[in-house]
Structure formats: structure tokens, C-alpha cells
């Protein structure tokens, strides 16, 4: 049963506009989230977390929202570069200590 | 500062063989994972080792996999014997313990049982 579920398997952006992959959990007790990022034959990368005390956490151009209500999290990246073309992941931090429960994940192409 | 290695990248098996995979941590990592990741899914966690330690191994199939990391550096994990459901590809991934939550992964093995 998936508890972090993200529902857009992929995403489609033009260079230069705003990317926003969306990520729901289920349970309220989660407690830190993160963002992981994935090239073709690469392991996942880390790109930014953020834990439940906050809202929000920006850094350069990634900003991730916490929205504890709604149980909802959203990466947004400004401007969206092709570089930028990946499997992103979201993930939260279990009870257990460093264990790690990825969602499915979202293709995000950024196209010129 | 060279990153999670792990070997082989590739491998193609028939069912019922048996298959081991190598990972090298982070120099200094004393928390190590093995992932495995179907397509079209996440990640999913086999087992953790603290140092030489597996931690947390309850969602390892015991009755074929099994793993080791006798010095609490270098890690490998087996599968024997294969099924066709194993193909996959397995991540191992390290950490610091303490400093911070982030995990890093190696580029993984992709398994093919035919």
C-alpha cells in the first residue's frame, strides 16, 4: 500500500517556466520529506527536504511545499532547465531511523 | 570524494542461478542500505546495516536473499536462487550516521532473470 503516493507519472514543461510535481501522504505522524532526483542508470540523487514544522524550504531554484492540512507536498523549480529532465521522487522519513518510503515517482522533461 | 560504487552495473541470469552484487560506501559511511527498485516503482528497502550490524532486515526475503557486510565496510548481497520476479534494479546506498538524513546512492545493479 502506497502512504506517499505521487498520481502524475510524467510532466512536460518548456525551458524558462515553472515546474510543479505534486506529492500526497496519507499519514499525518510523517515527520520529514525529501526529494530525490534520478537520471537513467543512476542511483538517485538528493535535492531538498524539508520537515513537518515548516512549510516551506527554498534553495536556489527548487522550493518545496508542505501543506500538513491537505497532506500534500509540491517541489517547484524555477526556471525549469533541460537539464533538469529526471525521475523525481519523493520520500519520507519513517519511524524507523534512516529508513527511506519512495513514492512512484514523476518524469519531468524540460524541452527548449 | 569518490561516490557509492557498486558492481556489476549489468546482469543477466536464467532462474534458479544464483547472483551476488557488491557495493563500496562512502568512505567513513557506517550506515549502509540495499534498495531494491521495480520498474515503474520506487525504491523499496531490502536492509540496513549500522557498521557490520543488519539493523533492519524485515522486509528481506529470507528464504532466498540474503546479505553481509563482515568488516562494516564493503556490503554484498545474494540471491539464491533467482526467480523471475527478482529482476530489478538493486541500489546500495550510505550514509553518515548522526550528521544528516541524506542518503547516497550508488548507480545500481540491473538484474534480468530469464
Known amino acids: 500500500d502506497q502512504q506517499v503516493k505521487q498520481n502524475s507519472p510524467s510532466l512536460s514543461v518548456q525551458e524558462g517556466r515553472i515546474s510543479i510535481l505534486n506529492c500526497d501522504y496519507t499519514n499525518s505522524m510523517f515527520d520529514y520529506f525529501l526529494w530525490y532526483k534520478k537520471y537513467p542508470a543512476e542511483g538517485p540523487t538528493f535535492l531538498i527536504s524539508i520537515s513537518s514544522i515548516k512549510d516551506k524550504n527554498e534553495d536556489g531554484r527548487f522550493t518545496v511545499f508542505l501543506n500538513k492540512s491537505a497532506k500534500h507536498l509540491s517541489l517547484h523549480i524555477v526556471p525549469s532547465q533541460p537539464g533538469d529532465s529526471a525521475v523525481y521522487f519523493c520520500?519520507?522519513?519513517?519511524?524507523?531511523?534512516?529508513?527511506?518510503?519512495f513514492g512512484r515517482g514523476t518524469q519531468l522533461t524540460v524541452w527548449p | 570524494e569518490a561516490g557509492v560504487v557498486q558492481s556489476p552495473r549489468y546482469k543477466i541470469i536464467e532462474k534458479k542461478q544464483p547472483v551476488a552484487f557488491w557495493c563500496n560506501p562512502i568512505?567513513?559511511?557506517?550506515?549502509l542500505y540495499w534498495y531494491r527498485q521495480n520498474l515503474g516503482q520506487g525504491p523499496e528497502l531490502l536492509i540496513r546495516y549500522e557498521n557490520e550490524e543488519a539493523v533492519d532486515d524485515s522486509q528481506l526475503p529470507k528464504d532466498r536473499f540474503s546479505a553481509e557486510r563482515l568488516k562494516g565496510v564493503d556490503s554484498t548481497l545474494k540471491i539464491q536462487p533467482a526467480e523471475l520476479g527478482d529482476s530489478a534494479v538493486y541500489l546500495c546506498?550510505?550514509?553518515?550516521?548522526?550528521?544528516?538524513?541524506?542518503?547516497?546512492f550508488g548507480p545500481g545493479t540491473r538484474l534480468t532473470v530469464l
Open positions: 520520500a519520507y522519513r519513517g519511524s524507523t531511523l534512516g529508513r527511506l518510503y
Open positions: 546506498a550510505s550514509r553518515l550516521t548522526g550528521v544528516a538524513d541524506t542518503q547516497y
Open positions: 568512505s567513513g559511511h557506517n550506515t
